[in-house]
């Protein structure tokens, strides 16, 4: 989403991964703009198709974000498919303008009481330009 162009992810990221061998990282080389990524069922859909998880009975988003120094500003959630589409996500949360650290830190989103019978877009974020190239990463995300 947004600048794509400017975006670069790598889903098999060696350096320093908080769970198992591999993390994601993450690249956006614009100093301004703002880009983006979602991961949908089934993919590349924005809610004309039937898909979806049901993950009724979780009780958070949970997953580890790091930055590349530390600093880096980024918005994560979960949702984003409206009610106007007719297969529309049943829930949505945010985390608005994490600050990362250089070291691994939990995040999480609650779900509280939540229907989420048809998560279409379980997971995603969006970072705007921070003046200067931005790097960071993500491990272990689940739904809990």
Same mark, same amino acid.
């Given at each position: 989403m947004g600048d794509a162009k400017g975006l670069k992810f790598q889903a098999a990221c060696e350096r320093k991964p908080h769970g198992g061998k591999t993390c994601i990282r993450i690249d956006y080389s614009a100093k301004d703009g703002w880009a983006g990524v979602v991961w949908q069922s089934p993919a590349n859909d924005w809610g004309d198709k039937a898909g979806g998880w049901d993950v009724s009975g979780a009780k958070r988003?949970?997953?580890?974000?790091?930055?590349?120094? /530390?600093?880096? $500003? $980024?918005?994560?959630?979960? @949702? $984003?498919? /409206?009610?106007?589409?007719? #297969?529309?996500?049943? !829930?949505?949360?945010?985390?608005?303008?994490?600050?990362?650290?250089?070291?691994?830190? *939990? #995040? !999480?989103?609650?779900? @509280?009481?939540?229907?989420?019978?048809? $998560?279409?877009? @379980?997971? /995603?974020?969006?970072?705007? @330009?921070? /003046?200067?190239?931005?790097?960071? #990463?993500?491990?272990?995300?689940?739904? *809990?």
């Open positions: 988003l949970r997953f580890w974000a790091r930055g590349e120094n /530390g600093g880096e $500003v $980024v918005n994560f959630f979960f @949702g $984003v498919v /409206g009610r106007d589409k007719r #297969y529309h996500d049943t !829930a949505s949360g945010k985390l608005d303008k994490a600050t990362l650290t250089a070291e691994w830190k *939990e #995040y !999480a989103i609650d779900l @509280g009481d939540k229907d989420l019978t048809r $998560v279409k877009t @379980g997971f /995603g974020f969006s970072l705007a @330009g921070q /003046g200067a190239p931005v790097t960071f #990463y993500l491990d272990d995300i689940r739904f *809990e």
